[in-house]
T-cell receptor, first 112, second 114 residues
Framework: GNSVTQMEGPVTLSEEAFLTINCTYT??????LFWYVQYPGEGLQLLLK?????DKGSNKGFEATYRKETTSFHLEKGSVQVSDSAVYFC???????????FGAGTRLAVHP | EAGVAQSPRYKIIEKRQSVAFWCNPI?????LYWYQQILGQGPKLLIQ????????DSQLPKDRFSAERLKGVDSTLKIQPAKLEDSAVYLC????????????FGSGTRLTVV
């Protein structure tokens, strides 16, 4: 079945450091891929998405490229801020389905 | 537009008691989802409604969990009787029919079973 695997956290960085959070997936066909962010005490918010191979999703300085050859959708940001501290979830939506399947989440802590 | 509303925000109950959660999705969103998020894990789909019909409830523990979506708008998720392992955040989300743009999530209800 479809599944998502994320790198384990927590990831601890200093402000202005480069961020990569790895995400790989298993799915048949052509899924859509998403990154969600969960700030403390809040619900999940859609950060970015990509719906086909080689698409790049971007938002708020974050980027992720849908790589079908490596079944990956790694999240990157060139310079993190303290306000980026949150839990990040990679998710996929299988072709022809509505259901989102989430990874376990990666906690990011950014220190001044 | 208004977001997905959930209540209550927090609930503490003893095991074997019952509890109910309420969700009001974004107006016009045909599809409504209930997810369970156990601490340290990603959300897991419990049940999906399209309008007022159930599309997917394959991971809903039907011996103790039930859900309904009357008139295709609001939804209620119930647990009866609760177990310790039901302690989690229960998230409601809604989307347009096929969810191509992703979902909008509510803030969730944090349930603690003691």
């Amino acid at each position: 079945g479809n599944s998502v695997t994320q790198m384990e956290g927590p990831v601890t960085l200093s402000e202005e450091a480069f961020l990569t959070i790895n995400c790989t997936y298993t799915a048949t066909g052509y899924p859509s891929l998403f990154w969600y962010v969960q700030y403390p005490g809040e619900g999940l918010q859609l950060l970015l998405k990509a719906t086909k191979a080689d698409d790049k999703g971007s938002n708020k300085g974050f980027e992720a490229t849908y790589r079908k050859e490596t079944t990956s959708f790694h999240l990157e940001k060139g310079s993190v801020q303290v306000s980026d501290s949150a839990v990040y979830f990679c998710a996929l939506r299988g072709q022809g389905y509505n259901k989102l399947i989430f990874g376990a989440g990666t906690r990011l802590a950014v220190h001044p | 537009e208004a977001g997905v509303a959930q209540s209550p925000r927090y609930k503490i109950i003893e095991k074997r008691q019952s509890v109910a959660f309420w969700c009001n999705p974004i107006s016009g969103h045909a599809t409504l989802y209930w997810y369970q998020q156990i601490l340290g894990q990603g959300p897991k789909l419990l049940i999906q409604f399209q309008n007022n019909g159930v599309v997917d409830d394959s991971q809903l523990p039907k011996d103790r969990f039930s859900a309904e979506r009357l008139k295709g708008v609001d939804s209620t998720l119930k647990i009866q009787p609760a177990k310790l392992e039901d302690s989690a955040v229960y998230l409601c989300a809604s989307s347009r029919l096929r969810g191509a743009d992703g979902y909008t999530f509510g803030s969730g209800t944090r349930l603690t079973v003691v």
